[in-house]
């Protein structure tokens, strides 16, 4: 048969197969293969206790949602709860500006506002302040030599073929394990002729095709992908009808490209931007009030999950003041829901949320 090509691709025979994942179910089990752990507890439970190894997240919110946050938070934490995991962390900040990430990581490790940090209005960064994040927190951003930025937008070709010599020379031959972050995929570079669609499926393809070849080359990878959502979700029909009210696979853009390449499907969604009186069928709270102030509630919807059950709801604290999401304790969060149903509001009291939630609205407010 002609088929213009002199390419091969390996097999395995059945007892290589066998074999390989006898060895991974054996790591597994005597704990000297785990999975990226997050600093998400209800999400670590509902995954392989993390994020497994050679894994495709994509990450969406509405507009204003936190997806960034979300993908910042999740890295980081990949970062610093897996310690014996040795990895090189490549972020593609399409969307922002490395000084503008730069400065998100001060704001959420020094939890003071932007507006401090840029000097904005009458509440300027004073000198000893500078300092003090200087030492503090800029030494340590700079101490991170496994952590590098991309801010020049490119097609999907060049990213995986930049991706593909970043493993081949700088993890491999060090053992490392490769994680990229790409946010987002509208901003990605066309090719010439081609759609937006096209291109988000080019570059979907191409990364199901890096996890495998890096797999098949004795290595490991995890990459987030960073989506935008159509606008469906702001319909008449989806909001006046609570079984609808969820983020879903369909909302994505390009989302048949998406939904079959990603392993792990998160969203990030604060159904008060809605106008939602209460979310879902379940009429969980969009918002709480304290002090006459409402402040919205924050989602993770994990609609879709390769290796475990989806759809999952999860309530978090609303910390994007700081660039920062924490999950809300379930026990506190289901007093807040019996108090919303009961009567149509619920507010803050010290008593339920405690000293955490206290610093989140003292951060808002200031």
């Given at each position: 048969m002609e088929t213009g090509s002199d390419r091969v691709l390996p097999k395995h025979t059945s007892k290589d197969v066998a074999i390989a994942n006898l060895g991974y179910v054996e790591g597994r089990m005597n704990g000297t293969i785990t999975s990226l752990r997050t600093k998400f507890p209800r999400f670590n439970a509902n995954t392989m206790d993390g994020i497994e190894r050679n894994t495709i997240v994509t990450i969406s919110a509405p507009s204003g949602g936190g997806k960034s946050t979300l993908a910042k938070e999740l890295i980081n934490s990949v970062h610093e709860m897996n310690p014996l995991i040795p990895m090189n962390i490549y972020n593609f900040n399409f969307e922002m500006t490395n000084d503008q990430a730069a400065s998100r990581e001060i704001v959420t490790k020094a939890d003071i506002s932007l507006k401090k940090l840029y000097s904005v209005g009458n509440d300027k960064l004073q000198k000893e302040e500078f300092e003090r994040l200087k030492k503090n927190y800029y030494a340590e951003m700079a101490k991170r030599d496994n952590y590098f930025y991309i801010e020049v937008p490119a097609d999907p070709s060049v990213i995986i073929n930049s991706m593909w010599s970043y493993y081949i020379n700088e993890c491999k031959p060090h053992g490392k394990m490769i994680i990229t972050c790409l946010d987002h995929t509208l901003l990605i570079?066309?090719?010439?002729?081609?759609?937006?669609?096209?291109?988000?499926?080019?570059?979907?393809?191409?990364?199901?095709?890096?996890?495998?070849?890096?797999?098949?080359?004795?290595?490991?990878?995890?990459?987030?992908?960073?989506?935008?959502?159509?606008?469906?979700?702001?319909?008449?029909?989806?909001?006046?009808?609570?079984?609808?009210?969820?983020?879903?696979?369909?909302?994505?853009?390009?989302?048949?490209?998406?939904?079959?390449?990603?392993?792990?499907?998160?969203?990030?969604?604060?159904?008060?931007?809605?106008?939602?009186?209460?979310?879902?069928?379940?009429?969980?709270?969009?918002?709480?009030?304290?002090?006459?102030?409402?402040?919205?509630?924050?989602?993770?919807?994990?609609?879709?999950?390769?290796?475990?059950?989806?759809?999952?709801?999860?309530?978090?604290?609303?910390?994007?003041?700081?660039?920062?999401?924490?999950?809300?304790?379930?026990?506190?969060?289901?007093?807040?829901?019996?108090?919303?149903?009961?009567s149509g509001a619920c507010s803050y009291r010290e008593d339920l949320f405690g000293n955490d939630l206290m610093q989140v609205i003292n951060g808002t407010t200031s």
């Open positions: 570079k066309n090719k010439q002729s081609q759609s937006d669609r096209q291109k988000i499926d080019e570059l979907m393809n191409m990364l199901i095709e890096f996890k495998k070849t890096v797999k098949e080359d004795g290595g490991s990878s995890m990459t987030l992908v960073l989506s935008q959502m159509n606008r469906d979700i702001y319909s008449k029909e989806r909001i006046l009808n609570p079984t609808m009210h969820r983020p879903k696979t369909s909302d994505l853009f390009g989302a048949s490209s998406i939904e079959f390449a990603s392993d792990l499907i998160l969203f990030a969604h604060a159904p008060g931007k809605l106008n939602l009186p209460a979310y879902t069928e379940n009429n969980y709270p969009t918002w709480f009030d304290w002090n006459g102030r409402q402040f919205f509630m924050i989602y993770f919807e994990l609609v879709k999950n390769r290796s475990g059950e989806a759809p999952v709801t999860i309530p978090m604290l609303n910390m994007l003041h700081r660039f920062r999401m924490e999950e809300m304790d379930l026990t506190k969060f289901n007093e807040m829901c019996t108090e919303f149903r009961d």
